[in-house]
């Protein structure tokens, strides 16, 4: 979240006026980010979060405001979109798309306790269980696909060691992965990082930033969740958090025997997503704004441990 557009209290309390929100008290632009332009919103009647959309396929904003209303109406901790008095939710403001929602209590956990992780689990099971059942499609931007078309772009950037470690990577993700194994399908929160999350003490009071939000293999989502939430300074897994947040997510929606099976590559295959996406703002496609990139070397060393200690074994089911 970050103020690349200025607005004006007179563009805000214009823009609020289509909504039935109240009349504008403060705004208050929200640094940091790398996306978007975000800006905190008092009326007199509610707290609100203002997103203006700099880049990306703006013809994708329809699946992301479906995705989250979807959520909501399941009662998932999610900022369902706010709709004007007309039903629309998209609206454009300073020539950009703007969509308007609640402003959620709590905030980041930097170091996540065990209940927090807990709490986490749990909702994202319940998560990924209605997920199946959401109607949209968005490919995930992220796949094995592109980790194929992509990683070439940056080996010429690498040690000689890291080149034969991200091709031999992509050589066996593409075994295991490359015949499509039979995977659970859903809608995907695609980025859900500890800083895209919101507690207040030990109880979540949501998740947010769905903007990498698609459809495709769960286990994909929840293995990007284990090796940000479970990961030491040195890459390798915490036992009891890993085994709290899979546990609590299990009591919700059970792995498969084929997720199991694949469930260590997985966990490979997202830490090197994070690594090159990483490699590639800093070397071949740098943000249209001066920020300053998230540093690659946290997720090839999260690959480098899976790749030496390995995974840990699955938890049973925390049943409360």
């Not at 170091?111 to 499609?137: I, K, M, Y």
């Not at 919101?198 to 495709?216: A, H, M, P």
Request: charged share 25%; with cysteine.
């Amino acid at each position: 979240m970050a103020v690349f557009t200025p607005l004006s209290d007179a563009q805000v309390a214009e823009f609020l006026s289509r909504f039935d929100v109240g009349s504008l008290v403060t705004l208050q632009g929200v640094a940091g980010g790398t996306e978007n332009t975000t800006f905190f919103v008092t009326t007199d009647r509610r707290e609100l979060v203002l997103t203006l959309f700099e880049q990306g396929e703006h013809e994708e904003l329809p699946f992301f405001v479906e995705l989250l209303d979807y959520l909501d109406e399941h009662r998932l901790p999610v900022p369902g979109t706010v709709h004007d008095r007309d039903g629309v939710a998209l609206h454009s403001l300073a020539d950009k798309p703007a969509l308007l929602f609640p402003r959620l209590p709590g905030r980041h956990p930097v170091a996540p306790n065990l209940a927090q992780c807990r709490e986490l689990g749990d909702t994202l099971g319940r998560l990924h269980v209605v997920s199946q059942r959401f109607p949209g499609h968005r490919p995930n931007p992220r796949d094995l696909n592109w980790l194929m078309a992509m990683h070439h772009k940056v080996l010429v950037y690498l040690s000689a060691e890291d080149q034969t470690l991200m091709k031999d990577e992509v050589e066996i993700y593409q075994g295991v992965f490359g015949e499509a194994p039979d995977l659970p399908q859903g809608a995907l929160h695609g980025d859900l990082f500890r800083d895209n999350t919101l507690f207040e003490g030990d109880r979540l009071g949501g998740i947010i930033d769905f903007y990498n939000g698609c459809t495709g293999d769960l286990l994909f989502d929840l293995a990007i969740v284990i090796n940000d939430w479970a990961s030491g300074p040195d890459g390798r897994l915490d036992p009891e958090r890993h085994d709290a947040l899979l546990g609590a997510y299990q009591a919700r929606r059970p792995l498969t025997a084929t997720e199991r099976a694949v469930w260590p590559t997985m966990l490979r295959l997202t830490a090197l997503r994070y690594w090159l996406s990483r490699l590639l703002v800093i070397y071949v496609d740098p943000p249209a704004h001066d920020l300053t990139p998230h540093d690659p070397e946290q997720f090839r060393t999260i690959l480098k441990a899976r790749l030496e200690h390995g995974a840990l074994p699955l938890p049973e089911a925390i049943h409360a």
